[in-house]
């Protein structure tokens, strides 16, 4: 029973305001940045979380179809030290969150922001991972919308609450639990019978999923948060997360070095 009443009007902390590198409440640029740009057409600035490997993913995956003009420069963003808070970073993507790109091959730069905004851009641009016909396209668009609504409720919901939160708390953990377990059953019976999440072909929906549910199952996300959840069950699912994380592109994206901006 929590002792916490709700107030009328809800105020920030006085902690919460002593945090300059956290949440606030008000968006927009905390500290005058200046953001290094690489002599590659594309600048990528980032961090190896599930959003940010989307990105660094597709352009490795790009890289091993040997499309030469997918060439990057990549760059660490320090959420922990508030770097997406800063003035050039904000310019890129005023949601201050990784990832964000800017495409410098045309004549008025291309500023890309979202990790799925990425990822269709990117396969757009480069004519890869991305289905032509229409009812194709759709379903995997349908995917990669899921992707974006669902995996809030297991980072934000499930990760906060069962890993971060600075004690346990039975009635979020177990919400979030049960919702993160229902999207593994989603995915399982999903690819039952699918080699990938759009059917036969990988593409980008794949690249979506997988660093959040295929990291979950892989044991890589919030401690021992994959045995809590019981994840090797999802016999379907593992066998797509195994396969995907045979992918010379996956293993070199888990591993990639970033250039440090200051």
């Given at each position: 029973?929590?002792?916490?009443?709700?107030?009328?009007?809800?105020?920030?902390?006085?902690?919460?305001?002593?945090?300059?590198?956290?949440?606030?409440?008000?968006?927009?640029?905390?500290?005058?940045?200046?953001?290094?740009?690489?002599?590659?057409?594309?600048?990528?600035?980032?961090?190896?979380?599930?959003?940010?490997?989307?990105?660094?993913?597709?352009?490795?995956?790009?890289?091993?179809?040997?499309?030469?003009?997918?060439?990057?420069?990549?760059?660490?963003?320090?959420?922990?030290?508030?770097?997406?808070?800063?003035?050039?970073?904000?310019?890129?993507?005023?949601?201050?969150?990784?990832?964000?790109?800017?495409?410098?091959?045309?004549?008025?730069?291309?500023?890309?922001?979202?990790?799925?905004?990425?990822?269709?851009?990117?396969?757009?641009?480069?004519?890869?991972?991305?289905?032509?016909?229409?009812?194709?396209?759709?379903?995997?668009?349908?995917?990669?919308?899921?992707?974006?609504?669902?995996?809030?409720?297991?980072?934000?919901?499930?990760?906060?609450?069962?890993?971060?939160?600075?004690?346990?708390?039975?009635?979020?953990?177990?919400?979030?639990?049960?919702?993160?377990?229902?999207?593994?059953?989603?995915?399982?019976?999903?690819?039952?019978?699918?080699?990938?999440?759009?059917?036969?072909?990988?593409?980008?929906?794949?690249?979506a999923i997988w660093p959040w549910y295929g990291r979950l199952v892989?044991?890589?996300?919030?401690?021992?948060?994959?045995?809590?959840?019981?994840?090797?069950?999802?016999?379907?699912?593992?066998?797509?997360v195994d396969k995907i994380a045979q992918r010379p592109a996956i293993?070199?994206?888990?591993?990639?070095?970033?250039?440090?901006?200051?």
């Amino acid at each position: 029973m929590s002792d916490y009443t709700i107030p009328k009007v809800w105020e920030e902390s006085q902690e919460a305001k002593k945090n300059k590198t956290g949440n606030q409440p008000v968006a927009g640029s905390r500290f005058e940045q200046k953001l290094p740009v690489g002599e590659q057409p594309l600048q990528v600035y980032s961090l190896n979380t599930p959003n940010g490997m989307k990105a660094t993913i597709m352009l490795e995956e790009l890289k091993e179809a040997g499309i030469k003009d997918a060439k990057y420069d990549l760059y660490k963003i320090d959420i922990g030290d508030g770097d997406q808070f800063g003035s050039d970073f904000v310019k890129i993507n005023p949601n201050s969150k990784i990832p964000a790109m800017v495409d410098y091959s045309y004549d008025e730069p291309i500023r890309v922001f979202e990790s799925v905004s990425i990822l269709l851009y990117l396969a757009d641009k480069f004519d890869k991972f991305v289905p032509n016909s229409l009812a194709e396209r759709t379903e995997l668009m349908n995917w990669l919308f899921w992707q974006t609504g669902a995996a809030p409720f297991v980072g934000g919901g499930f990760g906060h609450f069962y890993y971060y939160a600075p004690y346990a708390q039975e009635y979020p953990i177990d919400r979030y639990t049960m919702e993160t377990k229902r999207q593994l059953d989603l995915l399982d019976r999903h690819l039952a019978d699918k080699e990938y999440i759009n059917g036969d072909e990988y593409t980008i929906a794949d690249i979506a999923i997988w660093p959040w549910y295929g990291r979950l199952v892989q044991g890589e996300l919030y401690g021992d948060a994959a045995t809590f959840l019981n994840a090797q069950e999802y016999k379907n699912l593992n066998a797509w997360v195994d396969k995907i994380a045979q992918r010379p592109a996956i293993k070199r994206a888990i591993n990639i070095a970033y250039k440090d901006i200051k």
